[in-house]
């Protein structure tokens, strides 16, 4: 006998909106979209609402924005919508007295294969650790973060092209589509759930995936150059992995690395020399070899292409980054 629903969805960013939007073109109720209150951004300080509350707003949802999710008023008007399931993506952490509250439970939506990868940035970590092969998971919410019985997982693939940016475009859809495979489920109450702590008794090693840092995000060009590529990639387009390139006459600039390429050459005599034409090419030099740096940021400035930097920046041989 199938279930009728009724579901309170919770989400704050970009990554959230195509689960949404997938329930509501299946014809499920979502009575209520809880998201963060509106920030200010900008230049100008102007509170910018979220981007599922932009959503939301547009198909005439009801949206819920507590400051403390611990409040009574805030438990008082989910019990009001009488929803009988939560669904979580991208959010925050509920406490017990929120995700107890529906008869089906809660669930969330976690872009890992977990017990890999728990914590607020496992994308990043995953494409930081060169990883070939990440995934999604819908797991029941319990006391600890990203520990719930796992509901299901789909497997989605690192390719050597892979960003943060193009991993989260990929893996937001894909996602999309496992949180409606577990509604359906839960609906035709078919669901088969399985414990983590197996899965992690059978691991050799659980990554954790904590939030990004500005010390994460430093090259260190004593690192291998695989491992320096990986981190550009996994900070792509924002935080941005960063370095300092270092004038001749001691001036520092800060730049942002986005795309580049490894090259290995075992005869590096020493890390974060300067290879250029000053023109259309320019290689920093890591433990292992050199990277090619394709697209890049000074501070204050737009991305720009290697070509557009040169040209624009007097660098020659004789600088180092650091």
């Given at each position: 006998?199938?279930?009728s ?8 960013p ?23 209150p ?6 100008g ?6 981007a599922i ?9 009801k ?16 019990r009001?919508t ?13 406490p ?6 529906p ?18 940035a496992?994308?990043?970590w995953?494409i930081?650790?060169?990883?070939k ?21 789909e497997k ?15 893996m ?23 414990s983590?702590t ?6 050799s ?21 695989e491992s ?41 005599s ?8 000053e ?27 290697i070509s ?6 007097a ?8």
């Amino acid at each position: 006998m199938q279930r009728s629903l009724n579901i309170i969805f919770m989400g704050t960013p970009e990554f959230a909106i195509p689960s949404l939007d997938i329930l509501l073109r299946n014809n499920y109720k979502v009575s209520a979209v809880v998201t963060a209150p509106d920030k200010p951004a900008g230049r100008g300080k102007k509170l910018r609402m979220s981007a599922i509350k932009e959503y939301a707003l547009s198909k005439d949802l009801k949206v819920l924005q507590p400051t403390n999710l611990k409040d009574q008023e805030f438990h008082s008007e989910l019990r009001s919508t009488a929803a009988n399931i939560f669904i979580v993506v991208a959010f925050r952490m509920l406490p017990k007295a929120v995700w107890d509250i529906p008869e089906y439970g809660s669930f969330n939506l976690h872009a890992s294969l977990l017990p890999q990868y728990r914590g607020a940035a496992p994308m990043n970590w995953a494409i930081i650790n060169g990883e070939k092969e990440t995934g999604l998971t819908t797991f029941f919410l319990n006391e600890k973060i990203d520990t719930g019985d796992i509901i299901f997982q789909e497997k989605v693939l690192i390719e050597e092209s892979s960003s943060l940016g193009s991993l989260h475009d990929k893996m937001k859809d894909i996602g999309a589509e496992l949180v409606l495979k577990t509604v359906q489920r839960i609906k035709n109450n078919s669901i088969e759930s399985r414990s983590q702590t197996v899965l992690a008794n059978q691991s050799s090693e659980i990554k954790p995936a904590p939030k990004i840092f500005r010390d994460d995000c430093e090259i260190n060009w004593n690192n291998s150059g695989e491992s320096i590529r990986n981190l550009s990639r996994g900070l792509n387009p924002i935080p941005g992995a960063f370095f300092q390139l270092i004038s001749p006459i001691g001036e520092s600039f800060q730049i942002k690395l986005f795309d580049s390429a490894f090259i290995q050459d075992e005869n590096v005599s020493e890390a974060g020399l300067i290879d250029t034409d000053e023109k259309n090419y320019l290689k920093i030099s890591a433990s292992d070899g050199w990277i090619n740096l394709f697209e890049l940021q000074i501070s204050g400035k737009k991305r720009m292409k290697i070509s557009d930097f040169l040209r624009g920046f007097a660098l020659t041989k004789s600088w180092i980054a650091r």
